[in-house]
């Protein structure tokens, strides 16, 4: 007997943490699960000098956050099933390989524009390039979108 896998990635941003809340509450209504996975890297450098952490440090970090994101999701839905895993590697390639075999991906928006994504790329976007399963993502709500100049500008004449 199977059931519906959702897998969600998790930063211990706000985005990651609605993302969570999403899946649990589909997860809840289809009577499924949900993997909540937080991918981790280190490579030794935090801006530009070198970092004073240690990979396990860093680990550790991921896995508090996790943990935290995971506990208030449950405590939202405490009928479904949240397992949580924190993995070594880049979001997107961790994210759609623990999804293979998934119903589905959830992932939130961060709500950045195009040229945020041209320089530093996107991980959804690059989940919805390899993904073998559908890839469902949060958006920002409305209220939180930042406002850009010419929005502002248009406001004040109103």
């Known amino acids: 007997m199977s059931t519906y896998r959702i897998v969600v990635g998790v930063d211990g941003s ?13 997860a ?32 550790a970090r991921a896995e508090q956050s996790l943990a935290h994101s995971v506990t ?8 479904v099933t949240i397992a949580s895993e924190t993995v070594e590697g880049g979001p997107a390639q961790v994210l759609t390989r623990a999804a293979e075999d ?3 991906l959830v992932l939130g928006s961060h709500g950045h524009g195009r040229l945020y994504h041209a320089v530093l790329g996107s991980v959804a976007h690059e ?5 073998t399963c559908p890839v469902l993502i949060v958006p920002v709500p409305h ?3 930042v ?12």
Request: with cysteine.
């Open 147 to 158: 406002r850009k100049p010419a929005d502002v500008q248009a406001a004040a004449r109103v």
């Open 102 to 104: 998934a119903d589905m």
């Open 14 to 26: 706000k985005d990651g943490d609605r993302a969570l809340e999403w899946a649990a509450r589909e």
């Open 127 to 131: 989940c919805i390039r390899y993904a």
């Open 143 to 145: 209220a939180e979108r």
């Open 72 to 79: 208030a999701a449950q405590e939202l839905y405490p009928n």
């Open 28 to 59: 809840e209504r289809r009577g499924g699960t949900v993997q909540a996975i937080a991918a981790w890297t280190w490579d030794g450098i935090e801006g530009a000098v070198v970092a004073k952490t240690h990979p396990s440090e860093e680990r």
